[in-house]
């Protein structure tokens, strides 16, 4: 079996000085620990405080509580609104009077939100970001991103076995509105053969081939799957809960590029807002992107850069990251999330990152509650079980194929205080034993004593 390709770098934050280093500017794949990048930046750029916003528009007029038009939604990727949020948008609707909408609801996704658009050259931004494994878009990890999102774009099927060996199993579709043209290909084995349920995205179409076996009689094996189309499902949804909270509408629910351009044109010609609704602070939708590693929240914070400062998310990372003096030739960065294997990032530069955090008061106060911690919750519920680093390491996780990594937080058994990123590329060994080496070495270092000296 070969060994990782290490890079690893150790400072104390207390004594100014490293302790310990391994490849520390070879730059490798960061996976998920690209998510530490992402916010530094952002809580920089934009501030712990920033808020997406979304505001509803209408080209229409109020008169005896009907709204004579469209009833018209404009965002900028907020990736937390789910039914509750909708709700809430329809309880102010009906306070300003509106029981009836006599036009559609139209979901209008025309913003650049930061993506590179040079290097593809497109109008607006692709929905996925550069570099992801096309294996990977079926899946709720790598789900498209936009301007209007619900329920982080992510749909949940079921699948059922049939009471029959070889029969075709049952496929159900427990969230209308993904958009997904479904091709079971699965079917019932027999109660001694295992289930495999597996997904695959067919290239530039809406199908989604679900395929396998799943054993007789067993339970259902529900997966989460990525929608087709972001804005459809938003527009969809905030249909359904207009009508189920006591608001009548008379039309469709329309993706605006349904439109034609005429009526494109018409439909948003002249609008006058209803409403503005803010998410909640970076601070604490950092908190899920982080400890549950969310890639739709990282991608579309990424892309906020880009849309907030009028150029490409990766141009203003790298200004930034250069600012504090990390060179492209230490960090480059292509996406929010770390899904991309075109990311590429070096310890020394991931632990310049959080020594810098960890040295502003404010920073500190904001970053540290989002990390994992250590043998409590997040990615990291289940590691470090009976440790040194229980209750004590903060760090984020970073997982893909061939890929483990850990950037963080720990404090030894002197008091010490710690900054680590580790990256371990390019193995076959078991990974879970890649793992436990990851955590061996924080174990160690939080049970490290250098007295006083």
């Known amino acids: 079996m070969k060994p990782p390709l290490w890079g690893i770098d150790v400072r104390s934050i207390d004594r100014d000085e490293q302790i310990y280093t391994n490849n520390p500017d070879m730059l490798l794949t960061p996976a998920s620990t690209q998510k530490v990048i992402t916010l530094a930046v952002a809580s920089q750029a934009l501030g712990w405080d920033d808020r997406f916003e979304t505001t509803l528009f209408t080209n229409g007029h109020i008169e005896r509580n009907v709204l004579h038009g469209d009833l018209i939604v404009k965002g900028s990727g907020d990736p937390t609104i789910d039914t509750d949020v909708l709700s809430s948008w329809v309880d102010k609707l009906r306070m300003q009077g509106i029981h009836r909408v006599t036009g559609n609801i139209i979901g209008d996704d025309r913003i650049t939100v930061g993506q590179d658009l040079q290097r593809r050259g497109t109008p607006s931004p ?121 608001v009548v ?132 519920r289940n590691r470090f079980g009976g440790t040194a680093s229980a209750g004590n390491a903060l760090a984020k996780t970073g997982s893909m194929s061939h890929v483990r990594a850990l950037a963080g937080y720990v404090t030894t058994a002197d008091g010490e205080q710690l900054a680590f990123s580790i990256l371990a590329n390019n193995y076959s060994a078991d990974p879970t034993d890649v793992v436990a080496a990851i955590d061996a070495f924080v174990s160690a270092l939080a049970t490290m004593s250098r007295g006083d000296s």
């Open 126 to 246: 692709p929905p996925l970001g550069f570099g992801w494994s096309w294996d990977d878009l079926a899946f709720g990890f790598a789900a498209p991103v936009g301007p209007l999102q619900y329920r982080e774009n992510v749909v949940a099927i079921q699948v059922t076995p049939s009471r029959t060996v070889n029969a075709p199993a049952e496929l159900t579709i427990q969230t209308a509105g993904s958009g997904l043209n479904f091709i079971n290909q699965v079917s019932t084995a027999s109660g001694t053969e295992p289930s495999l349920i597996q997904l695959r995205r067919v290239a530039n179409t809406p199908n989604l081939v679900v395929s396998g076996s799943i054993s007789l009689g067993s339970r259902a094996i529900v997966r989460s799957v990525s929608v087709a189309n972001p804005t459809s499902f938003f527009v969809q949804a905030f249909h359904a809960a207009l009508e189920a909270n006591g």
């Open 249 to 380: 509408v008379l039309g469709d629910a329309v993706d605006i590029d349904q439109l034609s351009e005429t009526h494109r044109h018409s439909a948003t010609n002249e609008l006058y807002a209803l409403l503005t609704i803010q998410s909640e602070p970076l601070s604490t939708i950092a908190i899920d992107m982080m400890k549950r590693s969310q890639n739709l929240f990282a991608e579309s914070i990424y892309r906020r850069l880009g849309f907030s400062f009028n150029d490409s998310s990766s141009a203003i990372v790298a200004q930034l990251l250069a600012d504090w003096g990390i060179q492209r030739n230490r960090a480059i960065v292509v996406d929010g999330s770390g899904l991309s294997r075109y990311n590429y990032l070096t310890a020394s530069a991931l632990t310049d990152i959080l020594v810098r955090l960890y040295q502003n008061e404010v920073d500190q106060t904001r970053f540290l509650p989002t990390l994992p911690i250590a043998n409590e919750d997040g990615t990291l």
